[in-house]
């Protein structure tokens, strides 16, 4: 079954209704804070029918050893804090982009090339974008 067929089955989880507060949003941003993550935004999926998630949280690492130490810890972090595991993560043998999917929440930790190429905030630039800074 390809990714997308992944995607598409998925059910989002309708238990609690997500904000740019919850619980979970905070620990993620925290989480790659610590490591030294770099250009952090969240976008707001919420009131996009087509979006898989409710926020997708995208930042850069500046090599692909903080790229991996960044997704490692905001798993760690984030199941310590909240509770939650990853439904999935993909990307950490490539070592350019790392996905951690929370269903509702989806992070990608990204080099700086790959980020300039898919240019995720461009294509769902009609979510409402938050820049996160220490």
Known sequence: MDNLTLLANRKKSTIKK?????KIVKSIIHAIQ???????????????????????????A???????????????????KCGE?????EGKQGQQWILIDYIN????V??????KFYQLEEMWSDA???EHRD
């Open 62 to 80: 500046s090599n692909s050893t903080q790229l991996k130490a960044i997704a490692d810890f905001v798993e760690v972090d984030v199941k310590e």
């Open 128 to 130: 409402p974008l938050t």
């Open 110 to 115: 990204m080099l700086p090339e790959p980020r």
């Open 105 to 108: 929440v989806v992070v990608h």
């Open 18 to 22: 997500l904000t740019k507060n919850s």
């Open 85 to 89: 595991a990853p439904y999935k993560h």
């Open 34 to 60: 610590e490591k030294k993550g770099e250009n952090i935004v969240s976008l707001d999926l919420r009131k996009i029918p087509e979006a898989v998630a409710d926020f997708f949280i995208i930042c850069e």
